[in-house]
């Protein structure tokens, strides 16, 4: 069952990494939470304004090319107070060299630590509407009591997030941090950090489009 709380907002941290890539699964040992070093702290979410509800966590660029889901569901784990290491989050995920390979394997892992989540499926390209109007409503409930979104995405040339490599398909996933229901723009903390786009808005449809035929963790 969900819980209904608030976020515990936190500063933001970033380590070096490089790219991205897919996705695994299998299980791993729990260990305990990690001590965030005050040094770290190099990157922070914007401030929310009017119309905009933005969640504080503790950003990570991914350590390997392969780490995009350890690292996506550290920065959510980061929101509600939880700090794990990529590593252990890998381990934990069953992350190897191919990637992360199923939304659902995050879903248990982020469940595992602060329950509320499920994994809700895409498999419609382009997404039916109704696939779009829960995954809007999804993002307002999961925002609103501090529960950021993690996105299993694939993202080819033209229908790209910015600073992606634009000659090819990137299968990745980040984490939705925040939303605009002015705009109906959503803010997305994304652990690859092409061309140092680390926090950026996206609009709603555009993200809808990304999804498929993937899922995400709500």
Not at 49 to 74: H, K, N, S
Not at 137 to 157: K, M
Not at 163 to 168: A, F, I, L, R, V
Request: net charge neutral; aromatic share 10%.
């Amino acid at each position: 069952m969900r819980r209904r709380s608030l976020a515990v907002p936190l500063a933001a941290l970033a380590v070096t990494a490089t790219m991205t890539a897919t996705m695994t699964a299998t299980t791993a040992a729990a260990a305990a939470p990690l001590t965030v070093p005050a040094s770290s702290i190099t990157a922070q979410a914007p401030a929310a304004v009017q119309g905009q509800r933005i969640l504080q966590v503790d950003y990570q660029v991914q350590e390997t090319g392969y780490w995009c889901g350890p690292a996506a569901t550290r920065i959510a784990l980061s929101a509600r107070g939880v700090y794990r290491s990529q590593a252990d989050l890998a381990a934990e995920l069953g992350t190897h060299v191919g990637g992360t390979d199923w939304i659902g394997q995050v879903t248990r892992v982020l469940g595992g630590y602060v329950g509320w989540y499920e994994t809700k499926e895409m498999p419609n390209d382009p997404p039916t509407q109704a696939q779009k109007d829960l995954l809007w409503r999804d993002i307002v409930l999961d925002i609103n009591n501090g529960y950021p979104i993690v996105a299993n995405i694939v993202a080819p040339p033209g229908n790209q997030p910015p600073g992606y490599p634009p000659n090819q398909t990137i299968y990745h996933y980040f984490t939705v941090i925040g939303y605009d229901d002015v705009n109906r723009t959503v803010l997305i903390a994304d652990p690859a950090s092409f061309s140092g786009n680390q926090f950026y808005w996206l609009t709603f449809d555009q993200l809808a489009s990304l999804i498929p035929p993937k899922g995400y963790s709500a």
